[in-house]
């Protein structure tokens, strides 16, 4: 069984998905099964990702969505996510997207501090995240720290830079009755929501060395939903739950356990 399940999900990136799988291809840590689970993605990206499914560490998944209707009903990446958490063998579980790009060395760091620090649940690197526009062209750049052994991880670090055992899921499940959570009103936030749930329990502990690169290209999820003109996807969601809830709820949680 590999040490590592890495679960990267897809919709219509076909200019930067294959820089994500060649980085995570490329790692300096071998021993990892990856996930593509393709959210029926148009005929450019999937001839994209077709060379790399000859590799024997690469499991493929295509969903059958049809309409915006059926894509706006869950939220789509935390659905593929599950179906992959479900099949999913390693002891650790780390996120990519199809627009985010590994350092050669990320797994090899962050599987190596785990096994040296076994209580430790989760860990998270410091990323890079740069906006790009139209043309492809960098419009400005951020490096999102990994200080701090935190309690508050929504909104300050995002799924492609967490590793997680696998031993947290079962409690993850019994408490919210999923892993990550599918509700539609947590389409931006996905990834701080199931972190959310994660710091009901367990912190997360830093590496703070840039471990990711983040690109946010007009077609992103966020790049649509604060788009001046709202289009088709944007319009169809419901109102989108807010970092604040989540954080202050997480807030008043360790007030009551530490008082
Ligand atoms: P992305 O557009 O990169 O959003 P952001 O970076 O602003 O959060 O989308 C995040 C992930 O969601 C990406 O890996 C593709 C996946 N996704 C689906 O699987 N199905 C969909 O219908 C959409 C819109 C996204
Ligand atoms: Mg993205």
Not at 3 to 30: P, R
Not at 191 to 218: K, Q, S
Request: glycine share 2%; with cysteine; charged share 25%.
């Amino acid at each position: 069984m590999p040490k590592v399940s890495v679960i990267l999900t897809s919709f219509n990136k076909h200019e930067y998905i294959a820089k994500s799988i060649q980085a995570i291809l490329d790692q300096t840590y071998q021993d990892f099964e990856l996930f593509i689970m393709d959210d029926n993605s148009n005929s450019e990206t999937l001839a994209v990702i077709e060379p790399f499914l000859s590799d024997k560490r690469v499991k493929f998944f295509k969903s059958n969505i049809q309409t915006m209707e059926e894509r706006v009903e869950k939220t789509r990446y935390a659905v593929l996510i599950n179906q992959a958490l479900q099949l999913a063998e390693g002891e650790y579980v780390t996120y990519a997207t199809d627009d985010n790009v590994y350092n050669r060395r990320r797994l090899e760091k962050m599987v190596g501090y785990l096994e040296q620090h076994p209580k430790v649940m989760v860990v998270y690197s410091a990323s890079q995240t740069r906006y790009l526009n139209e043309m492809k062209e960098i419009t400005h750049s951020i490096t999102r720290p990994a200080r701090t052994i935190s309690w508050l991880a929504p909104c300050m670090t995002d799924h492609c830079s967490v590793m997680h055992r696998m031993s947290i899921l079962p409690q993850i499940k019994k408490a919210f009755g999923s892993y990550w959570d599918e509700d539609h009103q947590f389409y931006r936030l996905g990834d701080a929501r199931f972190f959310w749930r994660i710091n009901h329990f367990w912190a997360f502990y830093p590496i703070n060395e840039v471990l990711d690169e983040n690109y946010i290209t007009p077609k992103s999820i966020h790049a649509q939903l604060f788009n001046d003109s709202p289009n088709q996807f944007s319009k169809l969601l419901p109102p989108q739950r807010t970092c604040k809830e989540l954080r202050e709820y997480l807030r008043a949680l360790r007030r009551r356990d530490e008082g």
